[in-house]
C-alpha cells in the first residue's frame, strides 16, 4: 500500500481546510486508516481514525467537534477541517493498518505512512 497525502497549504484561522489521502493497493478497503500531524519542535500526534468500514470514526479531544475523517470507495481518505486554528499548524500525515483491524490512536500500530502535507494556519 502506498498512500499519497494533499491538500496542506497556508490558511488563516477560521477557514476550512480539506486534506485527502489517496491510497494504492487492492486491498486498502480493508485497512483502518488514521491522521497523525507533528508540530514544529513538538512529537508526532493523533488527529483522527476511521475503520475499514467507515463506520466507527475516533478523534483526538483537540479536534473533535472541527475535524471530520471519512473514507470513499475511491480509495481516498479525507480530512475536513473547519475553525482551524493556529494551534492547529503541522505537517498532516495519514497511516494505515493492515488487515481489519481496529481503529487506533496509536502511531506504532499503523503499518503504512504517506509523506505529509503541511498545514499553516496564520492568526
Known amino acids: 500500500v502506498q498512500l499519497q497525502a494533499s491538500g496542506g497549504g497556508l490558511v488563516q484561522a477560521g477557514v476550512p481546510l480539506r486534506l485527502s489521502c489517496a491510497a494504492s493497493?487492492?486491498?486498502?478497503?480493508?485497512?483502518?486508516m488514521g491522521w497523525f500531524r507533528q508540530a514544529p519542535g513538538k512529537e508526532r500526534e493523533f488527529v483522527a481514525a476511521?475503520?475499514?468500514?467507515?463506520?466507527?470514526t475516533y478523534y483526538a479531544d483537540s479536534v473533535k467537534g472541527r475535524f471530520t475523517i471519512s473514507r470513499d470507495a475511491k480509495n481516498t481518505v479525507n480530512l475536513q477541517m473547519n475553525s482551524l486554528k493556529p494551534e492547529d499548524t503541522a505537517v498532516y500525515y495519514c497511516a494505515a493498518r493492515r488487515g481489519y483491524g481496529a481503529t487506533s490512536s496509536i502511531e506504532g500500530e499503523y503499518d503504512y505512512w504517506g509523506q505529509g502535507t503541511l498545514v499553516t494556519v496564520s492568526s
Open positions: 476511521i475503520s475499514w468500514s467507515g463506520g466507527t
Open positions: 493497493g487492492r486491498t486498502f478497503s480493508s485497512y483502518p
